[in-house]
């Protein structure tokens, strides 16, 4: 089946929050956000924004009616600068005028006095400084201390892999507008409308019944509207209820950029010890993750980095330890991986030292360390249906890798100025989210007299085709044609209190909440079905094609006639389903338990070109064997993994976050900070389903697809690595990430030996 916004997307009809009719009246609010990194915010002037033509007026924090707040994890962010400014582009005051062009001028003539403060913007200058978002966490497994004992290898080493921007197609977005009795509406381009509706609530203190948020579909969120989004539905909302006058606020490009949260830069320290047949025995690991000037949600990605400390590896004894310091940047926020990626490259790191160290190529330690059926975690959790080493065999054999390598080894002998390299990368991916409350979905279905269906869930369609999936098992429950049904938008008056749409589990949550709805009504119309034709038992009862069935046998009763009989005998078609993932804990003073329902695994195999004259690359291939568990939509399943496999490059080679001693981004456009395009994308990219059982807490055995591909772009980092090495053994291994051009560079001419390479 298609996604089922295929066609409207590509005729332009699916309707974003910048698609919704303007209601008269509307004003356009344009935010100004601090000039400095760090201050006392001594007085804001915004007289002369006033006098500009078209403004209706600007809130500051003394309009605010509730709480200056909207911290989610810990209450530690202001929704406006009051006192004090923590990041360049903290809000200050928020121009309200009748068109969106001149609340953007008006925002020149504001005028603020900040008594400047020296920023920190590096997560080891903040550790220094004891700047913390919140208290250290670790995990350990085993006996470090007396492991190191047997180790014959001990190799120590630092890695730095830097932030990221979402760079969503849809910018931060809202359009509040005042509601009966004291409300208010607002459409928000969310992961999260109950997040929005509650940091609502508090700041405008009202209760959350007063508030409905309504979001239709996201253009894109990666994390990044998970708890960034908050913010802009407040300020919309504040200046809807003080003026009675609907809202819109768009944050542009630059501002979005300069104004919201990335992904977690993070400094590592790491230490590994290997035995003469390269098990890894011991393994350390320090974390400095730069969550920037408020927790946001840091302190759940410091604890996804713990949980994925050990990546695809079985390590017997390790210590992961996480420190989340507090510098004077945006708060950095959930994205794709939230907080995995750091963690396995930080491994992955220690494995490539250990592997020059030893002068081994790296997928010897990788092959023999592989998680096996009934491994532990560090988090007390055990495998349970591990496909590791089936994806590493299958990647190995089906894609030919001996020959790939001999290919690649012919080609670096014959040139000089160009080397290749390949790499392995093994995945293994916690599906839940970390936070056991949260692993709850819900879902509201109608059955209509006419035989049409609606359902309303929790989950935000934000380009996933998580909507297309959902469908899938209202049809397939029913046993009805999926036009019959609709998936509408996401509504906190119609689904209260949902989870957002985040961690993988979208599909999962809402999709079983789905399904327990259907069959609840299901069950109803399977009793009435046998009344009607004299069963003994329901259970003798089958709705198959929209036809009822009587022990196999076809009876006169199809959907239509069934739907009549449910409203004759006055039975509800309606049914609220409610999911929560079974299974799973953890105790956090313990910090053991069961914290994933699932884990999905696979391979990648990478091979990558390196121009040793320009230090430029490109990607040759990225060949994948990927758990899918049984697909129930391989061409979205195939599309997510494609999608994610690019980001993961971005973050890992181009995607630089460059920011200034002053706290300042260098960069404010997409025409100075690079993603991948089509021509930096791999010149061949195979996926190949590995053939697997499916798994009873996946949604139809379908197993989760929304972070596990990107990180398969860890590989082409150390593909890029190995042909480097392959110009230059000599150069330092400096271990930071992304490889940009530049740095792919300077780092191939670091002691460089020119008398063992001729570049003419």
Not at 85 to 91: E, K, Y
Not at 284 to 301: C, E, K, L, R, W
Not at 553 to 562: A, M, N, R, S, V
Request: charged letters at 20%.
């Amino acid at each position: 089946m298609k996604n089922i916004d295929s066609a409207s997307h590509v005729r332009g009809e699916s309707i974003y929050v910048d698609d919704i009719p303007v209601m008269e009246d509307t004003l356009y609010a344009a935010v100004f956000g601090s000039p400095l990194a760090h201050g006392n915010l001594k007085s804001v002037d915004y007289s002369e924004a006033l006098k500009c033509p078209g403004v209706e007026g600007i809130i500051t924090a003394k309009d605010i009616t509730g709480e200056n707040q909207i911290g989610s994890i810990i209450q530690d962010e202001e929704l406006f600068a009051d006192h004090k400014v923590d990041f360049i582009g903290m809000p200050i005051a928020v121009v309200l005028a009748k068109t969106d062009d001149q609340a953007r001028r008006a925002l020149k003539k504001i005028k603020v006095d900040i008594e400047e403060l020296p920023p920190i913007v590096s997560a080891r200058d903040a550790f220094a400084a004891k700047q913390f978002i919140c208290p250290s966490r670790t995990f350990n497994i085993g006996d470090l201390d007396n492991a190191w004992k047997d180790c014959i290898h001990i190799v120590e080493g630092q890695a730095e892999m830097g932030g990221q921007e979402h760079v969503y197609l849809e910018t931060q977005a809202a359009y509040a507008y005042p509601a009966e009795h004291g409300g208010v509406k607002i459409h928000s381009s969310t992961q999260a409308p109950s997040y929005v509706q509650r940091g609502v609530a508090k700041v405008l203190g009202i209760p959350m019944h007063k508030i409905e948020v309504d979001t239709n579909r996201i253009g894109g969120g990666f994390g990044g509207k998970e708890d960034q989004a908050t913010a802009w539905s407040c300020l919309a909302a504040l200046g809807a209820l003080k003026y009675k006058k609907p809202v819109k606020l768009i944050l542009s490009r630059a501002d979005d950029i300069k104004m919201t949260g990335k992904r977690h830069p993070y400094s590592i320290d790491f230490k590994i010890g290997l035995n003469k047949d390269l098990k890894i025995l011991a393994y350390d690991v320090i974390t400095y993750q730069n969550a920037g000037a408020a927790a946001d949600v840091s302190p759940a990605v410091m604890e996804r980095t713990l949980f994925h400390g050990t990546g695809s590896y079985y390590l017997p004894n390790a210590k992961i330890t996480c420190h989340s310091c507090k510098t004077n940047l945006p708060p950095n926020t959930a994205f794709r991986g939230f907080g995995a990626p750091q963690s396995m490259f930080a491994l992955e790191s220690a494995i490539m030292k250990a592997a020059v160290s030893l002068g081994v190529d790296a997928s010897q330690i990788q092959k023999v360390n592989l998680l096996a059926e009934g491994n532990e975690f560090p988090y007390g959790q055990f495998t349970k249906n591990c496909n590791a080493h089936r994806c590493w065999d299958t990647a190995t054999e089906s894609f030919d890798v001996a020959k790939l390598k001999a290919e690649v080894e012919a080609f670096n002998q014959k040139n000089t100025l160009f080397k290749k390299g390949v790499s392995y990368f093994p995945l293994c991916f916690g599906i839940s989210f970390t936070n056991t409350r949260l692993n709850q979905g819900r879902s509201l279905v109608h059955v209509y007299k006419d035989g049409s269906v609606s359902v309303s869930t929790g989950v935000i369609e934000m380009g996933q085709a998580v909507n297309t999936k959902i469908l899938q098992a209202a049809a397939k429950i029913f046993s009805i044609s999926p036009d019959r049904i609709t998936v509408h938008s996401t509504n906190t008056s119609r689904i209260a209190n949902a989870s957002p749409t985040a961690a993988s589990t979208g599909a999962d949550l809402n999709g079983k909440a789905t399904i327990l709805a259907c069959e609840a009504i299901l069950a109803r119309m399977k009793g009435i079905a046998a009344q009607a034709v004299r069963a003994q038992d329901p259970c003798e009862i089958e709705l198959r094609d929209e036809v009822i069935y009587h022990n196999g046998q076809k009876t006169d009763i199809d959907w239509k006639k069934l739907i009549i009989l449910m409203d004759e005998n006055r039975l509800s078609l309606s049914e609220h389903g409610h999911y929560a993932t079974p299974v799973i804990h953890f105790n956090k003073a313990k910090e053991k338990g069961h914290p994933f329902s699932y884990h999905v695994y696979g391979t990648a195999v990478t091979a990558v070109t390196v121009d040793c004259l320009r230090g430029t690359y490109e990607i040759d291939l990225v060949k994948i064997v990927h758990d899918f568990g049984t697909s129930m939509n391989l061409d979205i399943d195939l599309g997510q993994v494609e999608g994610g496999l690019v980001q993961g490059i971005g973050l890992m080679t181009i995607e630089e976050l460059l920011v200034s001693p002053n706290g300042k981004s260098v960069y404010d456009s997409l025409a100075s900070y690079k993603v991948p395009d089509i021509y930096f994308t791999p010149k061949t990219l195979e996926v190949m389903p590995l053939d697997t059982t499916p798994d009873p807490l996946a949604l139809l055995g379908s197993k989760a697809l929304g972070e596990p591909p990107l990180m398969y772009g860890i590989g082409s980092y150390f593909a890029i690595l190995n042909a480097m090495r392959a110009f230059n053994p000599n150069f330092g291994l400096e271990l930071w990430a992304p490889m940009t051009h530049q740095k792919c560079l300077i780092s191939l001419y670091d002691n460089f030996d020119a008398s063992q390479a001729s570049l003419c």
